[in-house]
Nanobody, 111 residues
Framework: EVQLVESGGGLVQPGGSLRLSCAAS????????VKWVRQAPGKGLEWVST???????SYASSVKGRFIISTDNVANTLYLQMSSLKPEDTAVYYC?????RGQGTQVTVSS
């Protein structure tokens, strides 16, 4: 059974940084295409970033150059390092594999 548990969200000032984690079980993160998506208040799901089994990464234009997706093979965990955060990054962030998502972690960027 696929299980995904996100953590690391919180309240941060504009320009700040956060690192999100997604602990995975039921599959091997490094052998699958996994992604981060987010949902801002009152809006639909928005793709943020993807990492594939070869280590290739892709990013939404809105976060490119500010966010970095990575995996830890030993911990079987997906990460999203977020820097230079903006108020428009405020959202619930989810990790996703196929059609499965975790419960999400709230990120709020505000002064």
């Amino acid at each position: 059974e696929v299980q995904l548990v996100e953590s690391g969200g919180g309240l941060v000032q504009p320009g700040g940084s956060l690192r999100l984690s997604c602990a995975a079980s039921g599959f091997i993160v490094s052998k699958n295409i996994v992604k981060w998506v987010r949902q801002a208040p009152g809006k639909g799901l928005e793709w943020v970033s993807t990492i594939n089994p070869g280590g290739g990464t892709s990013y939404a234009s809105s976060v490119k150059g500010r966010f970095i997706i990575s995996t830890d093979n030993v911990a079987n965990t997906l990460y999203l390092q977020m820097s230079s955060l903006k108020p428009e990054d405020t959202a619930v962030y989810y990790c996703q594999i196929g059609g499965s998502r975790g419960q999400g972690t709230q990120v709020t960027v505000s002064s």
